[in-house]
T-cell receptor
Framework: DVKVTQSSRYLVKRTGEKVFLECVQD?????MFWYRQDPGLGLRLIYF???????EKGDIPEGYSVSREKKERFSLILESASTNQTSMYLC??????????????FGPGTRLTVL | GEDVEQSLFLSVREGDSSVINCTYT??????LYWYKQEPGAGLQLLTY?????DMKQDQRLTVLLNKKDKHLSLRIADTQTGDSAIYFC???????????FGPGTRLSVLP
């Protein structure tokens, strides 16, 4: 059974703080993703990674960075948190697709509030 | 770029059928997916359809695909209160490595 875990379910931080969100998957997946979820906007891709030390910008990378030092772990970093980064953050992983059927497995999410 | 659209809300009575609609833009998508998000949880894959199919049935779920109109629908028969959730339509992108998700349809099932 694939499991994607996220370090915190709820997080409260202050404006200007550096924030780390951690994600770990246990199925040896090549791809890992960070999304943010906002009402009415659905899921928007922040960054993804298809291999260790590789990263690609998604649709909304501004204000975020990522790190993938080990295959199973993908970290999202907010260098200086701002109130507009208050959101639900979802991590996902998947196998490297050959263009055929693929499935992303999601963690439970981290609800981040920036005061 | 790719775009996926859905209506945001749907309310149905328990026992009725629910139909959630989705339109997408990328005609090269090989697979189209429906994900379900229950309250306080991440997303789970509900079902998917291959682009050369018109219909797929899986127990209470029926997926219809109109490729010409780029329209996808999910029908849930005999809707139950446990079906209350947000349903996301998704198409593939980035050579099949990633998905573009719609905004999600919040389904409310009334007793």
């Amino acid at each position: 059974d694939v499991k994607v875990t996220q370090s915190s379910r709820y997080l409260v931080k202050r404006t200007g703080e550096k924030v780390f969100l951690e994600c770990v998957q246990d199925m040896d997946h090549e791809n890992m993703f960070w999304y943010r979820q906002d009402p009415g906007l659905g899921l928007r891709l922040i960054y993804f990674s298809y291999d260790v030390k590789m990263k690609e910008k998604g649709d909304i990378p501004e204000g975020y960075s990522v790190s993938r030092e080990k295959k199973e772990r993908f970290s999202l970093i907010l260098e200086s948190a701002s109130t507009n980064q208050t959101s639900m953050y979802l991590c996902a992983s998947s196998l490297l697709s050959s263009g055929s059927y693929n499935e992303q497995f999601f963690g439970p999410g981290t609800r981040l509030t920036v005061l | 770029g790719e775009d996926v659209e859905q209506s945001l809300f749907l309310s149905v009575r328990e026992g009725d059928s629910s139909v959630i609609n989705c339109t997408y833009t990328d005609s090269s998508s090989t697979y189209l997916y429906w994900y379900k998000q229950e309250p306080g949880a991440g997303l789970q894959l509900l079902t998917y359809i291959f682009s050369n199919m018109d219909m797929k049935q899986d127990q209470r779920l029926t997926v219809l695909l109109n490729k010409k109109d780029k329209h996808l629908s999910l029908r849930i028969a005999d809707t139950q209160t446990g079906d209350s959730a947000i349903y996301f339509c998704a198409e593939t992108a980035y050579y099949g490595q990633n998905f573009v998700f719609g905004p999600g349809t919040r389904l409310s099932v009334l007793p």
